[in-house]
């Protein structure tokens, strides 16, 4: 049976939480012809801004929009700062645990891991070992998934420490709602998230290579235009004002990387990278990647360059090291997690693995590698059939799953074909590190699942996105 | 900047003047087929010669064994399989300003991918022959917002160099091809030259260039070739002629070359070429012949476009 959701607008006693007040009574008074002729109007802006992302599978050159409803997510600004300060805490605990496995996993020593969980997994790059970053920071751009189940209840759904993408949607969301509504910004103190660029550019700045420049040439790499998140990378190197590379433009010599220009070679110092590990360096790792640039692996050994995010971070946010987190930050921290962990099922464990196929109509379940919402199950959501095909991918490789129980996810109104409806939402925070501490811009991305009872939230299963307000309380 | 970001900043706007290009032979063409036929004996002059004049000729019999209005319309507007179509022209400009999506203004950005949408709507309508001077002069329209939005808002730096000089040197290639395709058109044999339908094409080929009034304006005289031919060759105050390419292709280069404290091969030949035009005279073209000048002409300009590859774009 499902649990009633939270409902981040109505689930209190006189029908309507504090935060969304005014959002209530704004909603209220709009006639609904008024918000579809708005929800088209975004849709036209967005699609001229060419704001599109591609989904794997379909037809190359497929663009679509990532559907955006007009109704904001809101957070109290109490809200915010407990959030705040878990997720400080937990990307603290991830740099530490990334500093001590490439060093002298003194975790493993003691006993909190499975060695198996680190040298097994193929996350894990034996090239990072005895390996140093600037500032021990491995993680400079963090998203965490939190997802709500209650008033004051929300988890850490997932820690992504490899490319974390969508920021791009967090800050044009805003651009649009305040476009198309500035009269509900003049009646709210909304906190602005458009500092983000210069915050990251910042955080990229203070980790560049001690023998750099004091004005550090930093370059974005892409993995190019046929990429889903490759309007993210040009927004992105638009608004730090740095170049849009690919690996051709690249090339190393003699330990150190330049980029090809009208002039000749430049040299480059930082490089925020959005091509993942396995492509970054075909000498090194794949040798078919066309994406990479053979021998940075070198210059970044040597330290003539840095890599955000460093190159291995992939280990942290596994979803089979995720269900030992809250031990890791205990033993790195010495503090108790402030933001709660989904209780998870290691299906590599037989009596979870038992537990898992008893209760499958109830429970999500995950692969350990797994990203974007491919490859899980939802339980409750699926027929027999589906589970019993499940169930025997799972009892024939259980290292490869985990599973969760099936939250019931916090919803928000949100515009539908048949008028205001509550939809599952939940909310990827940016955490920032750099040298000089951490950054945040407050909210972050709150996708939505469009679907009615859908709890999938990606943008390649129909998910949408939000605005995200801190409001002073 | 980057090599690469160079080269798609250059490519971009060549491929936009290249489509607005096709779109004026389209409209001069579809003028000239409502006239009386140049020649009896083939009926498609007036098509074919649109395909001389886009450098399609070859491509188009590959395609068909024979033209008619609605193929030619259909191969040079909205062809996948012609890599010079004004379809592929746009999808190409827009993949290049989308690879460097960072170097534009929003503007410019807005006007190319605002131009690629609407092109996908025109072609899934089907353009009639008939109705192609509508589709041609939207092709304009978005030329014209392309080159608008840049003026307008663009950086006078190095980027905007690049875009000028993809914009020149196509815009000589065309005006040189549209003035050849004079010699694609054979008279029919009685037909005196300076007669009426002599008259005509000299005419159409004024009007492909928006140059019918300027004529007048300037030379104040019924249509001459020669000072046709003058006109588009060497008067540097017509904006689509060669000297007035050139005259922008030196500028544009001589820019680069300051603000990179470094001159090149590509420097050198716009100017050589750049000299002959302003010091060229009507009856020394006349004397090789016009086509031999034009065959010449091309060959040069295309030599630059690789030596600014070789410089700057790789």
Redesign the interface.
């Known amino acids: 049976m499902k649990p009633t959701a939270f409902d981040e607008m109505k689930s209190a006693e006189d029908g309507c939480r504090q935060p969304y007040k005014r959002v209530a009574e704004w909603l209220s008074s709009l006639p609904s012809e008024v918000i579809e002729q708005k929800r088209e109007e975004a849709e036209l802006l967005f ?4 704001i599109t992302f591609a989904v794997y599978g379909e037809g190359q050159g497929e663009e679509r929009i990532i559907p955006f409803d007009l109704v904001p997510r809101v957070l109290s600004r109490g809200e915010w700062n407990r959030l705040s300060a878990g997720l400080e805490q937990r990307v603290r605990a991830i740099n530490a645990f990334l500093s001590d496995i490439y060093g002298k996993q003194e975790i493993l020593a003691a006993g909190i891991l499975p060695p198996e969980l680190i040298f097994q997994n193929p996350a894990f790059r034996p090239e990072m070992m005895g390996k140093q970053v600037p500032a021990g920071v491995w993680i400079p751009i963090a998203g965490i998934d939190l997802v709500r189940v209650g008033q004051d209840d929300f988890y850490v759904l997932e820690d992504n420490a490899r490319t974390p993408s969508g920021v791009s949607y967090m800050l044009e969301n805003r651009e649009v709602m305040m476009l198309l509504f500035p009269e509900l910004f003049a009646r709210h103190q909304v906190a602005p998230v458009d500092n983000y660029p210069d915050e990251l550019l910042s955080t990229l700045q203070s980790i560049a290579p001690a023998t750099a420049p004091k004005d550090p040439t930093i370059a974005l790499l892409t993995p ?2 046929f990429n889903s998140a ?2 993210e990378h ?2 992105l ?2 608004r730090l004002g740095v ?4 690996g ?2 690249l090339l190393v010599r003699d330990e150190v990387c330049y ?5 000749g070679l430049q040299r480059v110092d930082v490089i925020y990278r959005r091509v993942d590990d396995e492509y970054i360096d075909p000498l090194t790792f794949r040798p078919d990647s066309m994406l990479g640039v053979a021998g940075l692996m070198s210059a970044y050994e040597a330290g003539n360059v840095t890599l955000a995010n460093a190159v291995g971070t992939g280990i942290s946010d596994d979803k089979a090291i995720y269900s030992y987190m809250p031990e890791i930050l205990s033993f790195y921290l010495g503090e108790d997690p402030i933001l709660k962990n989904v209780p998870t099922w290691r299906c590599r464990e037989p009596d979870a693995l038992a537990y898992v196929l008893d209760h499958l109509d109830e429970l999500v379940v995950k692969e350990v590698h797994g990203s974007g919402g491919y490859g899980m199950l939802v339980g409750p959501a699926a027929d027999q059939a589906t589970r019993d095909a499940f169930a025997a991918k799972l009892k024939a490789d259980p290292e490869n799953f985990i599973a969760q129980p099936t939250l019931a996810l916090s919803t928000c109104p949100t515009w539908t074909e048949t008028g205001l409806a509550p939809r599952h939402v939940d909310l990827r925070p940016f955490v920032l590190t750099g040298k000089d501490g951490v950054r945040f811009v407050p909210g972050g991305l709150t996708r939505v699942a469009l679907r009615d009872g859908s709890l999938v939230v990606n943008s390649s299963q129909g998910g949408g996105t939000k605005d995200t307000w801190v409001v002073d309380d | ?6 080269d798609s900043l250059f490519w971009m706007t060549r491929y936009v003047e290249r489509a607005e290009n096709i779109a004026r032979v389209l409209h001069a063409t579809s003028r000239m087929s409502l006239m009386p036929h140049i020649s009896n004996e083939e009926p498609m002059a007036e098509w074919l010669s649109a395909l001389s004049a886009t450098a399609s000729y070859n491509a188009f019999f590959e395609q068909y064994d024979e033209a008619t209005p609605e193929r030619v319309v259909e191969f040079l507007a909205f062809s996948e399989a012609n890599p010079s179509s004004i379809f592929r022209c746009l999808s190409n400009a827009r ?1 290049n300003a ?5 170097a534009l203004t ?1 503007d410019t ?2 006007a190319i ?2 131009a690629w ?1 609407e092109m996908q709507r025109f072609r899934r309508d089907a353009v009639a022959p008939s109705d192609i001077n509508r589709f041609a002069s939207w092709v304009k329209d978005v030329s014209l917002n392309v080159d608008g939005s840049a003026f307008r808002t663009m950086l006078r730096n ?1 980027g905007f160099c ?1 875009q000028r000089l993809g914009v020149y040197i196509e815009r000589a290639d065309a005006t040189a091809r549209i003035l050849d395709v004079k010699y694609h058109i054979l008279l029919p044999a009685h037909e005196p030259v300076g007669g009426g339908l002599d008259y005509l094409q000299w005419s159409s080929i004024l009007r492909a260039v928006s140059a019918h009034t300027a004529y007048r304006w300037v030379y104040r005289s019924s249509i001459k070739p020669w000072l046709v031919a003058e006109l588009l060759i060497l008067r540097e105050e017509m904006p689509r002629s060669l000297a007035s390419c050139y005259s922008n292709i030196t500028y544009h280069l001589d820019e ?1 070359g300051r603000t ?1 404290g470094r001159q090149g091969e590509s420097q050198r030949q716009a100017r050589r070429i750049y000299s002959r035009l302003k010091n060229g005279r009507t009856e020394e073209i006349y004397q090789t012949g016009l086509h031999e000048f034009l065959t010449e002409f091309l060959a040069e300009n295309g030599r630059l476009g690789a030596a600014i590859t070789e410089q ?3």
Do not use: C, H, K, Q
Not at chain 1, 259 to 263: A, L, N
């Open positions: 699609r001229r801004v060419g190019g235009p490759y309007y040009t927004f190197a638009d170049e849009l590379v690919e051709r433009d980029m090809r220009t009208t002039e | 900047m980057l090599s690469r970001t160079a993949a989308r690879a460097v999506r960072t929003s950005w807005e991918n605002g949408m190095d690049m680069l990179y700057y774009l790789i």
